[in-house]
Each structure stands twice: as C-alpha cells, then as structure tokens.
Antibody, heavy 120, light 107 residues
Framework: EVQLVESGGTLVQPGGSLTLSCAAS????????MSWVRQAPGKGLEWVSL???????SYADSVRGRFGTSRDISRNTLFLQINNLRAEDTAVYYC??????????????WGQGTLVTVSS | SYVLTQPPSVSVAPGQTAKITCGGI??????VHWYQQKSGQAPVVVIY???DRPSGIPERFSGSNSGNTATLTISRVEAGDEADYYC??????????FGGGTKLTVL
C-alpha cells in the first residue's frame, strides 16, 4: 500500500528556516517523480516543487531561490527546506506522488499534510 | 504561465447533476485532472486524463474536455459529494497548474 507521511511543520518566525519531511512507503522514490504542493488557509492548491526520479529539481517562480527539495534514498524520504520564511508561506504543505504518463502529470497519492505557520 | 479558471461555487440539490467547469486557452489540447478535497482532508483524484476514473471512485463522476472548457460532471449528487474540487494540468514549462477551486454545496 502506498503511503506518504509528512512531518516537520511548526510555528516559525519570519526570516527563519525549516525542513519538512515526507516518508514514503509502498514504492521507491528513485522510480517516481514527487511534488510538494501547498495550500494557504482558506485558499487553493499551489504547486511548489518537483523532484525527478533522477534527482533533478524544478520550482515554482514564487519560491525559487528560497526552497530546496532533496531526498534520502536509504530512508525513502523526501525533504523540503524552506529558507527566509515569509508570512505568505503559511500553509499546509503536502507531498504528492507525481504520475508522468501520456504527456501529462497528475497526483495519484497525497500525504495528510503538515502545517507551517510563519508569525512573530 | 497557463491559467485555469473555475467558478468559485456551484450549488445543487441532492439527486441532481452538478457540472463544474475549468476554463483555459485551448484546454482541449491538454489532459485535465480533477481532485476532490473534503474539509480538513488531503485532495483525492476523482478524474484523470480528462475522463479516466480511479478505482473506488463512483461512476457518478465523469469528465469531458473540449475547446476552452473542461467539465467535471457529478450525477445523482449526494450529501457526501460536498467538497472543493480542483482541476489541474501540466504546463509545457514543467509546471503543474491548478485551477482556483470550486466549492460544491449540496442544498
């Protein structure tokens, strides 16, 4: 059974840093693309970052330069490092299994999400 | 980047049919995926590649895509269908693009 479990969300002061984790089971990160998607309170879904099966990454314009996505293959775990946190980064952060097929991409599995709150 | 437009809300009585639209320039030339998000929960895919339905999703859920509009249709709406619904496509810049979401209210 595929499972994604995020952790690491907490209250952080503006300008601080944080690393979120996503533990995957039931499949290998090295054979899949993975995305981070966030949702600000009361708002819609926003794609944040992608890590390809080979390890290269892509980011939304809104976070490029401040966010970093990586993985630990031995632990089958995905990470999202967020630097210089801003109030507008306050959101639930989801990791999602990204299915690339037939010239498109969709999310077959989502974690339960982890809440990041940026406030002084 | 590519923009997807959804109506903020749709209301329907139980047993009726709900249609949720997703507009985008020549969206018919792209594959559209739909997610259901119930209050306090993670999204769940209900339609992918315009018309495919994952196992476990009722046949009442169907999709279509042509021209500048993709549509999620929910037949015989039930109270349990009340949720936010999001459309999503893959943009050529490798971005994943979501619509703004539509809140389905079952009257």
């Amino acid at each position: 059974e595929v499972q994604l479990v995020e952790s690491g969300g907490t209250l952080v002061q503006p300008g601080g840093s944080l690393t979120l984790s996503c533990a995957a089971s039931g499949f290998s990160l090295t054979s899949n693309f993975m995305s981070w998607v966030r949702q600000a309170p009361g708002k819609g879904l926003e794609w944040v970052s992608l890590i390809y099966d080979g390890g290269s990454t892509s980011y939304a314009d809104s976070v490029r330069g401040r966010f970093g996505t990586s993985r630990d293959i031995s632990r089958n775990t995905l990470f999202l490092q967020i630097n210089n946190l801003r109030a507008e980064d306050t959101a639930v952060y989801y990791c999602a299994r990204d299915q690339i097929e037939r010239g498109s991409s969709w999310y077959s599995h989502w974690g339960q999400g982890t809440l990041v709150t940026v406030s002084s | 980047s590519y923009v997807l437009t959804q109506p903020p809300s749709v209301s329907v009585a139980p047993g009726q049919t709900a249609k949720i639209t997703c507009g985008g320039i020549n969206i018919g030339g792209r594959s559209v995926h739909w997610y259901q998000q119930k209050s306090g929960q993670a999204p769940v895919v209900v339609i992918y590649y315009d018309t495919d339905r994952p196992s476990g999703i009722p046949e009442r859920f169907s999709g279509s895509n042509s021209g500048n509009t993709a549509t999620l249709t929910i037949s015989r709406v039930e109270a349990g269908d009340e949720a936010d619904y999001y459309c999503q496509v893959w943009d050529s810049s490798a971005d994943r693009v979501f619509g703004g979401g539509t809140k389905l209210t079952v009257l």
